[in-house]
Every structure is written in C-alpha cells, then in structure tokens.
C-alpha cells in the first residue's frame, strides 16, 4: 500500500488489490525482522515459534482449545509433496511438527463423518480403548528418548477420543468433492476445499484455533490454471531485468491474495450466534510469510497482515511499517488478543506492539 496509518491506499492492479473491499478490517505490517533465523528452513522453522518450542497456534489452542471437540485442526494444501521435515511444517508442539491434513474428504471425515451415528461413535470409542492399553503396555518398555514420542502419540489419541463427547452445534456440512490431492492442477480447488472446511469447522464448534498451510517453502506449484508454465519457486527468484518472469510471479502471488480475500469473504457471511455480528469480526486471520526477500532468502522486512480485530482487540484498517521490530512481539501481541498474559513469546524477552491494539 501506499501512504500509511488509516490513510492508506492500494496501487491499482496490485498483488493485494483484490484485498480492497476489507481494508477496514486489515492490518497490513511490514518491516518485521525475524528474531532468529534465516533462508527457507530457518524462516520456516521460525516463522510462528519466535525459535521456541511451540508455535502460537498450538500455544493459544492450549489455552481455548479444552472447550471445543478439537483444540487445533491442522489443513494443508500439498504441504507434504516431499515428506515432513523443516522446509515443510509451520506448526509445532513440544519442538515436534504438528502435520497438516491435505486431504479434505479425510478431513471431513474426521470431524464430521460420524455426526449423530451412535454406532459408528460406540466402536471408535471401543478402538481407542483398545489402542491405548496396548501403548501403555508399550510405554513400559521403552526408553526415555522413544518415551517421549509415545507420550505424544497417546495425548493425541486422548485428544481424538474428547472429540467423541461432544455434540456439534450444526447440520452436517457438505461433503468436500474427492480428488486426486497430490496432483498439481487440482491445487485451487483443494484450495477452496479447505478454506471451506476451515470456516465451518470454526462456524460449527468443532474447534477455535485452525491453520491451513498451501505448499510449502520451496514449492514448485505451476500455476498453469493462470496460464503459467514454471514452479512458483523458480518465479521467486526471478531477476528484475526478467521482466516477463517477475510478472509471472505477481500473477501467482496476486492469485494467493485472492484466496485471502476467499476466507475473509466466507468468514464474514457466517453469523456469530453469541455476538450477532460476523464471524470475521470475533475472528483473528494471520497471513504470515517465513521469508522477507525469497531471492537474498532474508528474515528481514518481512510483511504479515492480520484480518478481523479478535472481538475488537486489534485496530484494523491500518497499514504500519514497524522498522525491524522483531516477530516475537507480535505473536505475544497476538497470544495477548486471547486473553493469555503472555510477556513474550518463544525465546523473545520484549513484550508486545501497543500500536497494533
């Protein structure tokens, strides 16, 4: 944008241009250095940690998340085309990758494939049982270090199993369309997908906190629905004088804003039903980036924008350059909308933005 504060404005055409219709309800910052880390894997790894060992997803479901079936719900969009590793994961738990689900009918299916069939509810109850009295037993006769990672195994089986006691507060939602998730050009349909299944898991009760990964730094998603023929990495380090190469990116990346703009738009058709607002007006959206400059791979300027003000914490409608101010502060400022009384936040010592609230 240009200017800044509330008098700002976007360039016509540009990559956010298609954000225009919710600038009240943004808040687009930029000049946010990472505390640590740099290139791809750091950025990553970094991005909603602060290099600490849970990311502010995780840390805010820890919070909200006993009063829901499911503390956090985890969507991805191709994010595991090469496996889990650093390069590919955003959230963490406990220093381990909390995995995002990239199919949206297995997700579904999760969350609402049992809705009111006691039957079907009875015998998962009866598995999970039976699962974990076979781990205990193992637990037993492990080590310390494969210990942990059975503990882990168990509190999400415990987490599965709170699931079954609760009663969704909707209808049944529509079924996502199956397709083939790992193939390139279903990538804006799984897309739409998943942005969908987000909004009504959140409209439903079925959770508070969900995150939703497309790709994964280092992708080469070809955009060829949008006419373009190289990965959308290889469009990120394209040199200024490439001219037609750089516009090739800003398509991509233009079509990245405009998925943006499909959940804002989603979320404020839902009603809230204990405020009688919208969704987006109770809602935190973060749209965060693990890296400033792709082509120098620099954790520094890096711009995030956050939609709807979490129940009128945050002062939207602003466009603030925040001069290197390190991306701790705004997590906490972030933990601090939830109602957590967090003073930093991963291994951050300052505390949060009063200019954001």
């Not at 942005?195 to 994964?216: H, K, P, R």
Request: glycine content about 10%.
């Amino acid at each position: 944008p240009t200017r800044s504060g509330s008098d700002f404005s976007f360039v016509e055409e540009c990559v956010l241009s298609s954000l225009a219709p919710y600038k009240e309800d943004l808040l687009f910052l930029d000049g946010i250095d990472f505390l640590e880390g740099q290139n791809h894997d750091g950025g990553m790894a970094a991005m909603l940690t602060a290099s600490g060992g849970i990311s502010i997803d995780q840390h805010i479901a820890n919070s909200i998340g006993h009063t829901t079936p499911f503390p956090s719900l985890e969507l991805g969009v191709q994010s595991s085309l090469i496996g889990g590793q650093t390069t590919t994961r955003m959230c963490y738990k406990d220093g381990v990758f909390v995995t995002p689900n990239d199919d949206p009918v297995n997700a579904y299916q999760r969350i609402f494939g049992e809705l009111g069939d006691e039957v079907k509810l009875a015998r998962r109850r009866s598995v999970l049982d039976v699962s974990r009295s076979e781990l205990a037993d193992l637990r037993s006769r492990l080590g310390s270090g494969q210990r942990g990672k059975l503990e882990y195994h168990l509190d999400s089986l415990e987490q599965l199993e709170r699931s079954l006691q609760f009663d969704l507060t909707c209808d049944e939602p529509r079924e996502p369309e199956a397709m083939v998730i790992n193939q390139n050009d279903n990538f804006p349909e799984l897309t739409r997908q998943q942005i969908d299944l987000a909004v009504q898991v959140l409209a439903c009760g079925a959770t508070n906190v969900v995150s939703l990964q497309l790709s994964y730094t280092l992708g080469e998603t070809v955009f060829r629905w949008l006419d373009q023929t190289d990965g959308h990495h290889t469009l990120s380090h394209m040199d200024d004088d490439q001219v037609e190469g750089v516009d090739s990116f800003m398509t991509c990346e233009r079509w990245y804003a405009e998925q943006f703009a499909y959940l804002l738009s989603r979320l404020a058709d839902y009603p809230d039903p204990e405020t009688g607002g919208s969704m987006l007006d109770s809602t935190l959206v973060l749209w965060p980036s693990e890296i400033g400059d792709g082509r120098q791979h620099l954790c520094e300027d890096v711009p995030w924008i956050i939609g709807g003000n979490a129940g009128g914490f945050f002062r939207t409608g602003q466009y603030l350059s925040l001069g290197g101010v390190t991306h701790d502060r705004v997590l906490t400022t972030i933990s601090n909308a939830f109602g957590l009384p967090d003073t930093s936040f991963g291994k951050g010592t300052d505390g949060p933005i009063s200019d954001l609230s």
